[in-house]
């Protein structure tokens, strides 16, 4: 279910690659049930050696990483499939901010849903951006605010940061994305009556045979 | 004001504009899929909210279920319970499933066309990024997440920010041997994997109208791999044949109407496009991919590409994916040890695929230490194919002959490839461990991956030696 985001202060974790995939954030994993460990799913591969045991070198086995709230990462994050878990397996590991060059569409609508705060930074500011938090390296937090649309931290001034006012509404008051729509139920209804003048074969879906 | 096919449909579609600005869309028809629907089921319930239009909505085991022959529930322990609690929601919401067992169970991107239950001019929306295989049919497609499906089923129209439009337009004839996943690696290979983002694209040109529905459906399916929200082709004679007589489509005086509407399902003259691509399939050859990501693509002669040929933005990922294929810039691709091949999923799994795989496999055998495999998209494309002797065909030169499902394109269902192996497979995803861990996967046409099983190397089907039986 959606949370509320107001403002996030969490230490910030550099993942400087582009085109990061559902399939490495979230992997399928062997043995799985409904109940998934998703804090266990996050990177599930990428974080492990071989023999199964953690991979020091990446960024979040990092001791000062450990407790990252803040991703920072390149163009296109979250690329390829829809799977959800790849936002949960972020929550589930007390990850509230994605600061990316740029988004995959269906995974920012998924980061919308869940009160995930996906920041758009372009190529110039996110290079900025991604040089403070390396040379940061964990030892000071910063605070992502999106009320004030601001990013504070070490090493530089205050960074602006865009996003639709809409999306920006919806994550401050966790809006009941369902429960916004159903608003507008008697159009959807009204809408369904047109269709089934306009064009009926839409509003029936039945087996000839 | 000239309208562009997307504008006519999504003006069609759209019921209101919330207060957050986004427009919401009317979906007509739905299609859950096993490893979503249970967590927006368990929702709905949770928050006491009926399914709005459970006749407009269908179901099918497509992600998890086993391919061996005499499957049941439990035969892929990680899909059991996904499989039963699918079961459950749609026997308690009164949803049409196509259930593990149903004469036309099959993946949800292959059955619900060939159902006839998508249609030209309909919204659809699947919680896949493949969704958009359907605008093949002219159908317009949305994947999206769990919550949003759960919000469908709830509401029956999608909140969406309206996306910008593309048009990509394919000129010339393809040569013999060619197909759609061709054309399709080769867009991605030149846009790049993000190069659709944001946009819906309408495929056009002489390529797209000379190419059979099936061959449309792989060129939309892979739209999502360059970012695409969603792609289409509109819709022609070629379709409308194709539809006819399909159980889930209008009938009767039903179907003339509708056939008089859809004949306008198309761009105006002179519609404006916020994009527009252009590519000459005339001098196409086949296209294989070389490296971890879709764009990562060579015609079949060519080699590894040196990074520094490559635009600068594309060398990071070359370097990183050199290691993990372990291959080297300069090697050329034909003639690359494979250790796996896989024909089926979403991208290539429908009859005319397996029956171009079937005429290059035809009195050949797979090469010795090969392990090779064809899954149908659907259970009615397998059945079609044993009444014309495909799956003797495949099985005589060993192959293993499935039952349908996705099985290896993402490895939902326990179908993968064992560690370091090399896999030409016709699916749409060559991402490191995504069929199995360490696979190294080489997209490709269904004709290329029945070749290269033969010759057990990469392989161009148009030059494959003469077999024996």
Known sequence: MMQPFNRHTGIAAPLVKDDINTDQIAPILHSRGLKEDYRAMLFHRARRREDGSDDPDFVLNKPQFRAAGILVTGENFGAGSSRESAVWSMLANGIRVIVAKSFADIYRENCLQNGLLPVVLGSAFGDQFIARVVAVDGKAPFTVDLVTQRISGPGGPDIVFEIPAADRTRLIEGLDDIGLTLKHVDEIASWEARAQTAQPWLQSARDAR | ?469
């Open chain 2, 1 to 469: 004001m000239q309208q562009t096919l997307f504008d006519k449909i999504w003006n069609f579609h759209r019921v209101a504009q919330r207060v957050d600005g986004r427009d919401l869309i009317y979906i007509d028809r739905h299609v859950l899929h096993e490893l979503h629907a249970h967590h927006a089921f368990a929702q709905l319930l949770k928050q006491g909210r009926p399914v709005r239009r459970a006749d407009l909505t269908f179901a099918v085991q497509d992600h998890t279920v086993a391919t061996k022959p005499g499957r049941d529930d439990d035969t892929n322990p990680s899909g059991s319970a996904f499989i039963k609690a699918m079961r459950e929601g749609c026997r308690t919401n009164r949803i049409r499933l196509f259930d593990v067992d149903d004469p036309e169970q099959g993946i949800s991107h292959v059955v619900a066309p060939e159902l006839g239950i998508v249609l030209p001019g309909a919204t659809h929306a699947v919680p896949d990024s493949h969704a958009s295989t359907v605008g093949g049919i002219g159908a317009l497609a949305f994947g999206c997440g769990t919550t949003e499906l759960a919000h469908i089923l709830a509401t029956q129209v999608m909140a969406l920010k309206r996306p910008k439009s593309m048009r990509v337009q394919l000129d010339g004839r393809l040569a013999a041997g060619v197909s759609a996943k061709d054309v399709a690696l080769r867009i991605i290979a030149e846009i790049g994997v993000a190069g659709a983002r944001g946009h819906v694209v309408e495929y056009a040109g002489a390529a797209v109208r000379a190419m059979p529905i099936e061959q449309r459906m792989t060129l939309c399916n892979l739209n999502i791999e360059m970012g695409g929200r969603s792609g289409f082709v509109a819709p022609d004679d070629a379709t409308f044949e194709w539809l006819a007589r399909r159980p889930f489509v209008p009938q009767g005086a039903q179907w003339d109407r509708a056939l008089r509407y859809w004949g306008t399902l198309a761009s105006d003259e002179g519609a404006g496009f916020d994009r527009e691509v252009r590519l000459d399939c005339a001098t196409l050859e086949p296209q294989i991919t070389w490296g971890t990501d879709p764009s990562q693509v060579v015609g079949i002669s060519g080699c590894v590409p040196d990074p520094a040929a490559l635009d600068p933005g594309r060398r990071a990922a070359a370097a990183s994916a050199f290691g993990y294929m372990d291959l080297a810039p300069g090697t050329p691709l034909l003639g690359l040890p494979i250790d796996r091949v896989f024909i089926g999923s979403c991208t290539n799994s429908r009859l005319p695929d397996l029956q171009v795989a079937a005429d290059v496999v035809r009195g050949r055998h797979v090469a010795e230490g090969v392990v090779a495999m064809v899954v149908p998209g659907s259970s009615s494309v397998k059945r079609e194919a044993e009444a014309a002797g495909l799956d003797r065909v495949f099985r005589e030169a060993g192959f293993f002959w499935g039952e349908s499902g996705c099985s290896m394109c993402a490895g939902g269902n326990g179908d993968r490839g064992e560690p370091g192996e090399r896999c030409v497979s016709t699916t749409n995803r060559n991402f490191e461990n995504r069929q199995g861990p360490k696979v190294r996967t080489h997209l490709a046409s269904p004709a290329t991956a029945a070749a290269s099983a033969i010759a057990g190397r990469i392989a161009d089907a148009r030059r494959l030696a003469p077999g024996a039986a």
